[in-house]
């Protein structure tokens, strides 16, 4: 039984394992435009977005789903899907620089987090980051899957 009358309850988003707020409140110090990235057991999300009083604005956006318009027939949720992703979202951000934000999700050197965010660089955004964290370029371009060919195709159409 609790001796103390003092109970604190922590935010919703913390007890449910959604939010780290001091990570948060660190990231949103550097007042840059954050990059965003979730993946799922289908697809690679991100988007770019800004901290404002009032709510967390999104700049630009991109889901690994939209690459199957664009002649990607593989799995859109590997290595290769999530750089694409990345250069998809850094061509639309109309950002120069921003900060990586990945949440809670666990982080390993060369998983599709950091393809991802290898994807945005290429693209033009500026982002702090370690180069040998990066997936080989090997993985980055497909041929682990021997996509390669699908990888140029839709490659060429997101750089126009």
Sequence with gaps: MARSAIHIVQHRR????KTDYQLRLSLLRSGMPRVVVRKSNLYVRGQIINYETAGDRVVAQADS?????MGWKHSCAN???SYLTGL?????????DAIFDIGLQRSTKGNVLYAFLKGVVDAGV????NPEIMPPADRLN????KAE??????KKKILG
């Design 14 to 17: 913390r007890r449910e394992q």
């Design 65 to 69: 789903a939209e690459l199957k318009a």
């Design 79 to 81: 290595v290769a899907a």
């Design 88 to 96: 998809l979202l850094g061509k639309r951000a109309g950002v120069k």
């Design 126 to 129: 500026a982002v702090p980051h």
């Design 142 to 145: 497909g041929k682990h899957i």
């Design 149 to 154: 060919a699908e990888f140029e195709t839709v």
